[in-house]
């Protein structure tokens, strides 16, 4: 069964701040995998989708690695700002069209 | 191009009554993700269809729970005799079967307050 952790739980930092965001997963049988961002009860934003197949993948100031191997994906976000305050979800996925597995999520806090 | 639409938005039911929670998924989307959170808690997997098929529904509580995506219309997502435990958000997902991401896209959620 896979089991996601996502490191630290919570972060709060000053706007600017270059930042990781860390998620393993127990199963590296994995056929890609999904970073969301969740605002305070809203839904799921998918931010980039990384191939098992792929190292890395970026998306303007994004960029998410995958080790699978190793069963650890990181989200990096550069220059932080107080809009990128929200909760951030990874989610890997074992088949095509399977479902996706999530953590609790980190939730990250930007300050002026 | 429509997201993933989920009405109603907000639900209030009293203990014992029934609650239907209904999934448009995106255009040309065929496959139909329901996922739970409870307060506190992460997502957690319920249900997979795809048009008039249940794929997998290992995350699915055992009573009360039902979930259907006819050739036409939305999906449901059906809870009957509701108690406070199910109080709790439900996230609609769709996918298209066109690869090669399948990428997972979620409506906005239905709140569900059990009163």
């Known amino acids: ?112 | 191009n429509a997201g993933v639409m989920q009405n109603p938005r907000h639900l209030v039911r009293r203990r014992g009554q029934e609650a239907r929670l209904r999934c448009s998924p995106m255009k040309g989307h065929s496959h139909v993700y329901w996922y739970r959170q409870l307060p506190e808690e992460g997502l957690k997997f319920m249900v997979y269809l795809q048009k008039e098929n249940i794929i997998d529904e290992s995350g699915m509580p055992k009573e009360r729970f039902s979930a259907e995506f006819p050739k036409e219309g939305p999906s449901i997502l059906r809870i009957q005799q509701v108690v406070r435990g199910d109080s709790a958000a439900y996230f609609c997902a769709s996918s298209t079967y066109r690869g090669p991401n399948y990428e997972q896209y979620f409506g906005p959620g239905t709140r569900l307050t059990v009163t």
């Open chain 1, 1 to 112: 069964k896979q089991e996601v952790t996502q490191i630290p739980a919570a972060l709060s930092v000053p706007e600017g701040e270059n930042l990781v965001l860390n998620c393993s997963f127990t199963d590296s049988a994995i056929y890609n995998l999904q970073w969301f961002r969740q605002d305070p009860g809203k839904g799921l934003t998918s931010l980039l989708l990384i191939q098992s197949s792929q190292r890395e993948q970026t998306s303007g100031r994004l960029n998410a690695s995958l080790d699978k191997s190793s069963g650890r994906s990181t989200l990096y976000i550069a220059a932080s700002q107080p809009g990128d305050s929200a909760t951030y979800l990874c989610g890997p996925r074992g088949s095509t069209l399977g479902r996706l597995y999530f953590g609790r999520g980190t939730q990250l806090t930007v300050w002026p």
